[in-house]
T-cell receptor, first 111, second 111 residues
Framework: RKEVEQDPGPFNVPEGATVAFNCTYSNSASQSFFWYRQDCRKEPKLLMS???SGNEDGRFTAQLNRASQYISLLIRDSKLSDSATYLCVVSPQGGSEKLVFGKGTKLTVNP | EPEVTQTPSHQVTQMGQEVILRCVPISNHLYFYWYRQILGQKVEFLVSFYNNEISEKSEIFDDQFSVERPDGSNFTLKIRSTKLEDSAMYFCASSGSTEAFFGQGTRLTVV
């Protein structure tokens, strides 16, 4: 089983749509969880950390289910600028240890 | 906003040659990392560096690779005797105690 697994997509949605990404991870001892976005041929950029209680940042909502080893990201009212690849990222040991990346889900928001 | 800077942005090298990829992490960060991303694949951890020594390395980071912090600001990745399969985007990252910030990457092409 892959360490971090995501639906590769691609997702093509119209502006204003709500889109959800899912991710599972294999290491039950993992400590920290993140969503990064990556534009084509650019570096990954942190979108948001994911907490067990769930967290929201504007149009973005992230949730973590430790029992199911499942992470989600919901984007509401999608914008053209949301077009990117969304990377599910897990830190097995938390803190400042290494990050384990999923392969990413590509999103294209169409006008 | 402080950022991680990498040079060069693109390096072309002949198979068998040595390359040095350079990074300037964010100044007050203590943890440094190298990741690579082969075209179309996921971001993969190579090595982490803390307190002037390697804290963790992946299976990819074999004797062909080495890292160094030659002075107070630079962090380098050396790849000896490059192979065609070393062609990838190499990202440097640094972190304080929480999130990791990535540089814009060096695209290495081995011909």
């Amino acid at each position: 089983r892959k360490e971090v697994e995501q639906d590769p997509g691609p997702f093509n949605v119209p502006e204003g749509a709500t889109v959800a990404f899912n991710c599972t991870y294999s290491n039950s001892a993992s400590q920290s969880f993140f969503w990064y976005r990556q534009d084509c041929r650019k570096e990954p950029k942190l979108l948001m950390s994911v907490y067990s209680s769930g967290n929201e940042d504007g149009r973005f909502t992230a949730q973590l289910n430790r029992a199911s080893q499942y992470i989600s990201l919901l984007i509401r009212d999608s914008k053209l600028s949301d077009s990117a690849t969304y990377l599910c990222v897990v830190s097995p040991q938390g803190g400042s240890e290494k990050l384990v990346f999923g392969k990413g889900t590509k999103l294209t928001v169409n006008p | 906003e402080p950022e991680v800077t990498q040079t060069p942005s693109h390096q072309v090298t002949q198979m068998g040659q040595e390359v040095i990829l350079r990074c300037v992490p964010i100044s007050n960060h203590l943890y440094f990392y190298w990741y690579r991303q082969i075209l179309g694949q996921k971001v993969e951890f190579l090595v982490s560096f803390y307190n002037n020594e390697i804290s963790e390395k992946s299976e990819i980071f074999d004797d062909q690779f080495s890292v160094e912090r030659p002075d107070g600001s630079n962090f380098t990745l050396k790849i000896r005797s490059t192979k065609l399969e070393d062609s990838a985007m190499y990202f440097c990252a640094s972190s304080g105690s929480t999130e990791a910030f990535f540089g814009q990457g060096t695209r290495l092409t081995v011909v």
